[in-house]
């Protein structure tokens, strides 16, 4: 038992930390949530697109309604639609008006609506307007009366519901409120309403200012595309002037060093995996996303080190052709630097490439030899397989029944905490706005509001899935996340049972956290590890065999 143990603290002692002169040429973390969704929004666009200010990349978006056309100038895509729905990327866009607020490091949707983008009866709109402005300019109780009645003449009950809703929240200038209330007017179907609430939320939201100003930018696009029932097209314009292969992945680099959510992911998928192996010969690691490989250097730095020197690895990377984009290359990268280091750890080592999408493996793409102790990794990607509501094959089940059959001694799970799968559009939004507010919260303590790398890090991470649960459905909409509790059943339905958490992996998870902020905080319950932003969980981590 001393023996074991002794084993185990030598593994744990290298398991997270890597020599930074041996290691740091490879080591770039990956960030599979938005590895495995680049099919849409980052093609092979890559080339030698330069390092621009974010007010360089923004051009103008224009989606067709059931009402008419309506356009977001200044957003933080560079595409442009026209109204019968083709799309043409802008090299520079060019201001419309003259009160639009620009800035090197900042940009705010500042462009009003005119009454002829909103609908075909202009003085209609127009009339309804001027009564708002009227309203938002102070409180009068006799006015507010007489105005409901004027109302009630020619509007629905539940359309003035949702404008006394409105006109309560813009006065207080109370952001979140207002991109509550114009998801209500999407989600009813109240076109009018909303509108004119994305007209004054162009007026409240900044790349560059508080947390939710921030992230309202970018939840105003996917309402944007919403109503126009363009989701798919904004997702995939926002492939225009992608940022270089190398560029985008400093980005994830700064993501994964200023936020703790994937960092604690990997670490505790490896803990995990490192006590499952801790006694055997040969290992096999099947990454059903692999991205740039980064996952697995601490982890064949951590058997290197191990008493009795290090078994023989294998790792199967899985990752389809699209990802070479955010790498650099194909998994022939990842299967060279991994064997690079693996070699100068002496550990004895094979990379095995499955180039194609997870939904897609089947049995014969795994190459299961006898002899070996199986592991397989799940880390942010089931949530991107589709499952019983939006493919009759539910690739999620079917997938964990075939990883069941190959009998491992250990499969990992992380998954970002939320429910965004099966939900209808607005308690979808709710959930989208409450998870990102967090995660926007939490970058906001580690970059300054105005820093051009943080503006970077968000809109190319971060953004399109923001815009992706809010404007797509259907196939289209990659980004299905589900509560642990989901993922459990879906696990035991399998076969699996769950695995225990290695208490030594805890402990090294929590000082880790030490080093970012007291506002995270860690909490083991139900046999699963909890990463959460003050009262928001919103990574959780298990094991299963």
């Given at each position: ?209 508080e947390p939710i100003q921030r992230l309202g930018a970018y939840i105003l696009e996917g309402l944007v595309a919403k109503l126009g029932a363009s989701g ?135 190459g299961i030899q006898p002899g070996e102790a199986l592991a397989v990794n799940f880390a942010f990607t089931l949530h991107h397989m589709p499952d019983e ?94 509560l642990l509790g989901k993922w459990k059943s879906r696990f035991r339905m399998a076969g699996f049972n769950p695995y225990p958490l290695s208490s030594l ?41």
């Amino acid at each position: 038992m001393q023996a074991s143990r002794r084993r185990r603290t030598a593994m744990s002692n290298t398991l997270y930390c890597e020599p930074v002169q041996k290691a740091e040429a490879y080591c770039l973390p990956q960030f599979q949530t938005l590895d495995n969704h680049l099919s849409y929004i980052s093609g092979n666009h890559g080339g030698n697109h330069s390092f621009q200010t974010y007010r360089d990349r923004h051009c103008m978006l224009e989606s067709s309604s059931a009402t008419g056309s309506y356009a977001i100038y200044h957003s933080p895509s560079t595409a442009s639609f026209s109204s019968n729905g083709s799309m043409t990327c802008n090299q520079e866009s060019q201001p419309y008006l003259s009160d639009v607020r620009q800035s090197p490091e900042t940009t705010n949707y500042g462009s009003p609506i005119s009454g002829s983008c909103i609908t075909d009866d202009v003085t209609d709109f127009m009339h309804k307007l001027k009564e708002l402005e009227t309203v938002m300019l102070g409180p009068d109780a006799d006015f507010q009366e007489s105005y409901d009645n004027s109302l009630a003449s020619s509007m629905a009950s539940s359309e003035i519901d949702s404008w006394r809703q409105m006109m309560l929240a813009i006065p207080r200038r109370d952001l979140k409120q207002v991109l509550i209330a114009c998801a209500k007017a999407v989600s009813d179907g109240e076109l009018l309403t909303a509108q004119v609430l994305i007209s004054e939320l162009r007026q409240m939201v900044s790349v560059s200012g508080e947390p939710i100003q921030r992230l309202g930018a970018y939840i105003l696009e996917g309402l944007v595309a919403k109503l126009g029932a363009s989701g798919s097209s904004i997702c995939k314009s926002l492939r225009c002037k992608e940022p270089a292969s190398f560029e985008l992945l400093s980005y994830m680099h700064v993501l994964y060093e200023i936020c703790p959510y994937f960092k604690f992911g990997y670490m505790s998928a490896n803990g995990a995996i490192a006590e499952a192996m801790k006694d055997e010969n040969r290992v096999h690691i099947i990454d059903f996303q692999i991205a740039q490989g980064s996952q697995w250097v601490p982890m064949i730095q951590a058997f290197a080190a191990r008493p009795g020197g290090p078994p023989h690895i294998r790792i199967t990377g899985i990752d389809d052709s699209t990802s070479a984009y955010a790498r650099g290359g194909g998994l022939d990268i990842v299967g060279q630097r991994l064997s690079k280091l693996a070699k100068t750890f002496k550990v004895p080592f094979e990379f095995h490439a499955a180039a194609m999408s997870g939904s897609d493996v089947q049995l014969e793409n795994l190459g299961i030899q006898p002899g070996e102790a199986l592991a397989v990794n799940f880390a942010f990607t089931l949530h991107h397989m589709p499952d019983e509501s939006v493919s009759t094959e539910n690739h999620r089940d079917r997938l964990l029944r075939m990883v069941k059959n190959l009998n491992p001694k250990v499969v990992t799970l992380v998954e970002q905490e939320s429910n965004t799968n099966t939900a209808a559009f607005f308690p979808r939004f709710l959930e989208t706005l409450d998870y990102y507010s967090a995660m926007f919260e939490s970058i906001d303590m580690t970059l300054p509001r105005g820093h051009k790398v943080r503006i970077n890090v968000e809109q190319h991470c971060l953004a399109r899935d923001v815009v992706n649960i809010i404007a797509c459905e259907g196939i289209e909409r990659v980004e299905r996340h589900e509560l642990l509790g989901k993922w459990k059943s879906r696990f035991r339905m399998a076969g699996f049972n769950p695995y225990p958490l290695s208490s030594l992996v805890n402990a090294t998870i929590k000082t880790l956290l030490e080093s970012y902020s007291d506002k995270y905080r860690l909490e083991e319950r139900d046999g699963a590890l909890y990463l959460g932003w003050m009262n928001r969980d919103l990574v959780a981590s298990c094991a299963w065999k």
